[in-house]
């Protein structure tokens, strides 16, 4: 199965560098653009999307209407598929952050794994929920379809390192810009990264 992951576009949270989490930020007039944009892509290109699953969250949930809308392709929304949640970090930009965790803000800017943040999910649940999610949509389709998942950077970031493998405790090491398009094709002897964050639609 040829997996697409697709950043949503920018946000309104986004726009104003807020880490956020579950914050329910809408699209920008340029993040809706960018998915107009990714769109144009996927039609032209003849990628075969035959299904598109997105975070319940507005960003992804906009990028994923405007995508299965262009595709003409059944669109499902799944809460499992969410950003981590940040807990009290939530809607804040990093200076308020620095001025109410200063402490905490110190630690992390230090270290390159994350220190623990005051209610937050925790990597373990976090994990947990994302691979029920892909699990059920990987074995509700054909071995030889395209399907297309909308979600947040950090989802895609967990995925990636359960696929291969990876410590959940090291910060990154992937990276997903606004509307970045990335592949992986499962196969029978496990995955492969055929295209990572790609962002040439919008040029």
């Known amino acids: 199965m040829k997996l697409l992951l697709i950043r949503h ?6 726009a104003e560098h807020r880490i956020q989490g579950w914050l329910d930020s809408p699209l920008t007039d340029l993040g809706r653009d960018q998915m107009r944009a990714l769109a144009r892509r996927l039609q032209g290109d003849g990628w075969g999307v035959s299904a598109l699953y997105a975070s319940d969250l507005s960003r992804a949930a906009e990028s994923g209407e405007i995508l299965a809308a262009a595709l003409d392709i059944p669109f499902s929304l799944d809460e499992r598929l969410r950003e ?3 807990g009290e970090f939530t809607g804040l930009t990093w200076q308020e952050i620095e001025e109410r965790f200063p402490d905490l803000a110190a630690q992390w800017q230090r270290s390159s794994r994350r220190p623990p943040i005051p209610g937050e999910e925790g990597d373990q649940a976090f994990r947990a929920r994302l691979v029920k999610a892909f699990e059920e949509i990987v074995a509700a389709h054909h071995p030889q379809e395209t399907v297309a998942v ?6 895609f970031n967990v995925y990636l390192k359960h696929l291969l493998g990876l410590d959940l405790d090291i ?3 992937f990276a997903f810009a606004n509307a970045a398009l990335s592949v992986v094709q499962l196969e029978e002897w496990g995955p492969r990264i055929t295209l990572l964050n790609d962002t040439s639609h919008l040029r």
């Open 9 to 14: 576009g920018q946000s309104q949270g986004n």
């Open 171 to 173: 910060r990154g090491p």
């Open 84 to 86: 981590y949640h940040v």
């Open 150 to 155: 909308v979600a947040h950077g950090g989802t």
